[in-house]
């Protein structure tokens, strides 16, 4: 089989989420190694924690690929003493490479959004608004439901541990937007465009109180569980587009979200 390496894993990738689609303040892309090295055993996980970082040690990997950055903004320094810079540390002297695609696989279509609209039964999905390119989607439900039957909905189909709704009245609900992540900023486009309920993360109150004088439902899943589909998706698209290569391709499948509800 044909030698696989870091570029062409980066240039997989970057067919499907091309750069141009990120946002300008995002950081995508190679963030650690050498494109031109050698990468047989390839890790896809969304966050790039220590544990992580020690899972594909422990795999025998040469690369991690994942959906948030682990820099964001320019360093002035590299300090092993402190999270950041000991993550580079390991990841240098573990000869890992490191690739991220963020907001341009959030947009892209088969991405993140894509993928969280077909988890939750969404038809007829299209991008939200008018815009050539959007983070945010519009679909809709096969069955009408109420809120609290489409917020149970949403928990069971994201394998949430709890969601938090947003209930803006009696009305039912037959068009649906979605953004992973945090994407409240889309609820007002997507109560313009007819959506009866919105599923996101990190949604602030005063957001909460503003779909409920529009009358809008949200259902809010958290930031982890309307991302965390993305990795196994990504994984089997890597699968297919490596498959003439030398390459192994594992997914995170421990993965749990930083907040616990008590």
């Not at 947009?107 to 993140?112: D, K, L, P, S």
């Not at 007819?194 to 009358?215: I, L, M, R, S, W």
């Not at 809010?220 to 998706?233: L, N, Q, S």
């Amino acid at each position: 089989m044909r030698k696989c390496t870091v570029q062409i894993v980066a240039d997989a990738i970057n067919r499907l989420a091309p750069r141009r689609l990120a946002e300008d303040w995002d950081n995508p892309g190679l963030l650690v190694g050498d494109p031109s090295a050698e990468a047989k055993k390839i890790f896809v996980c969304l966050d790039v924690t220590d544990e992580k970082i020690s899972k594909a040690i422990e795999l025998g990997a040469q690369m991690i690929v994942a959906h948030h950055p682990l820099i964001f903004h320019a360093i002035k320094n590299v300090r092993f003493d402190l999270p950041l810079g000991k993550k580079i540390s390991r990841l240098i002297k573990n000869d890992l490479a490191l690739f991220a695609a963020h907001t341009n696989l959030d947009t892209a279509a088969g991405g993140v959004n894509d993928v969280l609209a077909k988890k939750i039964g969404l038809v007829d999905v299209k991008i939200l608004g008018d815009e050539e390119f959007s983070m945010a989607r519009i679909g809709n439900l096969q069955t009408p439901m109420t809120a609290e039957e489409f917020a149970r909905h949403v928990k069971k189909s994201l394998d949430a541990p709890n969601v938090r709704l947003v209930d803006a009245g009696t009305f039912l609900i037959g068009k649906v937007g979605v953004c992973g992540g945090a994407g409240a900023d889309f609820i007002p486009r997507a109560k313009f465009f007819g959506a009866q309920a919105f599923v996101t993360g990190d949604v602030k109150y005063h957001e909460a109180q503003a779909a409920v004088e529009n009358e809008i439902h949200v259902v809010d899943a958290g930031h982890f569980a309307t991302e965390f589909p993305i990795v196994h998706e990504l994984a089997n698209y890597l699968r297919d587009e490596l498959k003439i290569f030398d390459a192994q391709i594992f997914e995170d499948v421990d993965a749990k979200d930083f907040f616990q509800t008590i």
